[in-house]
């Protein structure tokens, strides 16, 4: 805690001079760590609607990362070179950029962090509670298969939150004895929706029939293995996932569709709060301590099943 407090201090060297009327001219550079995901472009919509909302003509530039942890890294220091007043990453493992985030710190620069896990240097992390989210979702998933069955389980290590999702899913799976893992996946981050049709068309030749169900680590990959095997004839196959995107609250709803489960993340709301969070500490000069109640703010992310799902759409 005390190097937070710490990288506050410098930011806060940088702050002297900025006063509301910097709402008109604030540079803020995005880096985002893979822009196609649905995930970010949600937060982005929620952050740049709140812009508009509140009049601010900040200055936003939007670096792509591909899903490479490399490319964040490269990117958060090509931000800082930049000069710009603030930063906010989204869904990256800021394990993986440790130096760059120090050059952002002695830079003076404030990192604001989305869904990203907290390193120290980094103002916050705004995000929901991974490990409650798949405590949620995969119980519900091995129950409505009546505790047995056989399983595809799809993961994706190289991001923190899908990293806890999965491990999660197979502490639970000790307790589901008659439940076999018929193959595991870690998905290729760059390419995941296609390395997830490509993994589970793979499956489908392989398994066939013995599928019972699927587990994806957030709901595009779920979507992803639903389109492989209603190509296949497969229809009798339950499936998660975890995110709450629109289609597939939709998909959830369709009576007669394999998607039985998701999480409803609150993505625009991320967005939202991070902006308020930079015009406090940014623009207003507001110490951090006073605006952020903690290193890492949850959200709250409801269950959506074919129960409650018509609540979310």
């Not at 979702?137 to 999702?165: C, Q, W």
């Not at 639903?226 to 190509?231: E, Q």
């Not at 998701?262 to 993505?267: G, I, Y």
């Amino acid at each position: 805690m005390k190097a937070v407090f710490t990288a506050a201090a410098v930011v806060g060297l940088g702050l002297a001079a900025t006063t509301a009327s910097a709402q008109e001219a604030l540079n803020i550079a995005w880096v985002h760590s893979n822009a196609a995901a649905q995930s970010e472009q949600r937060v982005r919509a929620g952050f740049e609607e709140w812009l508009e909302a509140g009049g601010y003509g900040w200055n936003v530039s939007f670096l792509d990362s591909g899903g490479s942890g490399e490319a964040t890294a490269s990117n958060l220091q090509d931000a800082v070179a930049r000069g710009v007043d603030a930063i906010i990453i989204t869904m990256s493992d800021l394990r993986a950029s440790k130096a760059a985030i120090d050059v952002a710190i002695e830079a003076g620069v404030p990192i604001f962090s989305v869904d990203s896990g907290f390193v120290d240097g980094v103002m916050v992390d705004v995000t929901t509670n991974n490990w409650a989210m798949s405590a949620d979702v995969s119980p519900y998933l091995l129950d409505s298969l009546g505790g047995e069955g056989n399983l595809i389980f799809f993961r994706m290590a190289e991001h923190h939150g899908t990293r806890k999702r999965g491990d999660v899913m197979a502490q639970v799976l000790k307790e589901y004895g008659d439940v076999k893992v018929l193959a595991e996946h870690n998905i290729d981050y760059t390419a995941f929706f296609e390395d997830t049709t490509s993994s589970m068309q793979d499956y489908v030749a392989r398994f066939g029939e013995d599928i019972d169900a699927v587990w994806a680590p957030w709901d595009e990959p779920a979507q992803a293995t639903i389109n492989v095997m209603k190509a296949a004839g497969l229809t009798d196959v339950k499936v998660i996932g975890i995110d709450g995107h629109p289609q597939a609250i939709q998909e959830v709803c369709k009576p007669d569709s394999m998607m039985i489960a998701t999480v409803s993340q609150p993505f625009e709301g991320m967005g939202e709060q991070v902006g308020e969070w930079i015009n406090a500490i940014v623009v207003e000069g507001k110490p951090r301590e006073e605006v952020i109640p903690s290193d890492i703010v949850y959200m709250d992310a409801p269950l959506v099943t074919k129960q409650n799902c018509k609540d979310f759409m």
